[in-house]
């Protein structure tokens, strides 16, 4: 059953990243919203000042995307009256149209159960890194990015239904890494959402949409079923993709994200970094080195542009660095993430 405590929510309230940058008059309102959304029953507010629109609409930006949980949230009625005394009663409406309140209870009820099979799973004694990959490896197994259907820009279209949009994928992720207790936030540009997550005291960037190769129009990923390159990586790479330039009201801000030491390909790939000597042979040993222990799909990044032309020149000299070689099956190209995919039989 949902609460109407906002400090007894489904994760720590300090993880609410935008939540954190409102001022005192502002969370005051977001937190009467809050317990209206929660409760799917209006409620009134009572202050000595009248809200702007520009503070209102910071409001709802951080109820829209910094809380997952709130996946019925779809608009509400505001109204307000003041007395002789100068203050002012607001009332918040929740409205709508698809659901009703039993509803809701009910789908609140089902996504709690989802979650709690989730975490069921989880790796026991895992760092983080091991259970944000827990958490987007089941997006990517029971989530299909789909546009066709109704409802699939909530984390309950992600976990429950297992079809959804970027917004999501990324408000599913955000929910799911919260309630593991790994801070998360949602990020978007004009015309696509994915995630901010900090692992193991660092920040990263992470698309678990264009890392599902379930219905996803990257060709770079499609049938690859361990190929992750938008995982835990820097500002550097993840804003080079025209797709993925922040829009954001206002007076928001995001963490900055330098490190990569928790991506997918330092942790379960393959990286050579920037200015790294003798590249080219040290490329090729990792390569060896991976097929001779039985790994037959190798995410690469070379974290730079020459490194990168080693890399493309390796990917096709492939039989001269491995010459006994019989089960190359192929290898896909990623320049702008400086990364490729290798495949063997």
Not at 78 to 93: H, R, V, W
Request: proline share 5%; charged share 25%; with cysteine.
């Amino acid at each position: 059953m949902p609460s109407a405590n906002f400090e007894d929510s489904w994760y720590d309230v300090s993880m609410r990243y935008y939540y954190q940058q409102l001022t005192a008059r502002e969370k005051e309102m977001f937190r009467a919203i809050y317990q209206s959304a929660m409760d799917y029953a209006p409620v009134t507010l009572q202050v000595s000042h009248a809200y702007t629109d520009e503070e209102t609409q910071r409001v709802f930006f951080s109820l829209w995307y910094d809380c997952p949980e709130l996946f019925q949230f779809e608009s509400y009625q505001t109204s307000y009256q003041q007395n002789g005394a100068g203050e002012y009663t607001y009332t918040f409406t929740p409205s709508n149209p698809y659901i009703t309140r039993e509803e809701y209870l009910r789908r609140s009820e089902r996504i709690r159960q989802a979650m709690q099979a989730i975490n069921q799973a989880m790796p026991q004694n895992a760092d983080d890194y091991e259970t944000e990959l827990a958490c987007y490896r089941y997006l990517a197994e029971h989530c299909e990015y789909l546009i066709d259907e109704p409802n699939t820009t909530t984390a309950y279209s992600s976990i429950v239904y297992g079809y959804s949009q970027c917004d999501g994928y990324s408000k599913g992720l955000n929910l799911l890494l919260r309630c593991a207790g790994i801070p998360c936030l949602y990020v978007m540009s004009d015309n696509h959402s994915w995630n901010i997550v900090r692992i193991n005291g660092a920040w990263y960037q992470c698309d678990a949409t264009w890392d599902d190769p379930l219905g996803n129009a990257n060709v770079f990923l499609e049938g690859q079923d361990d190929c992750l390159p938008h995982l835990n990586i820097p500002d550097r790479l993840m804003l080079r993709l025209d797709s993925h330039a922040y829009s954001l009201p206002e007076g928001f801000t995001v963490p900055v994200c330098t490190e990569i030491r928790d991506s997918y390909t330092c942790r379960d790939g393959i990286y050579i970094s920037s200015g790294t000597p003798h590249a080219k042979e040290r490329l090729e040993e990792a390569i060896r080195t991976a097929y001779a222990a039985g790994k037959r799909k190798m995410l690469i990044r070379a974290d730079g542009d020459r490194e990168y032309s080693v890399l493309e020149q390796c990917a096709s000299g492939i039989y001269s660095i491995m010459p006994d070689l019989r089960h190359f099956k192929s290898y896909s190209e990623m320049p702008e993430l400086y990364c490729i995919y290798f495949e063997f039989e």
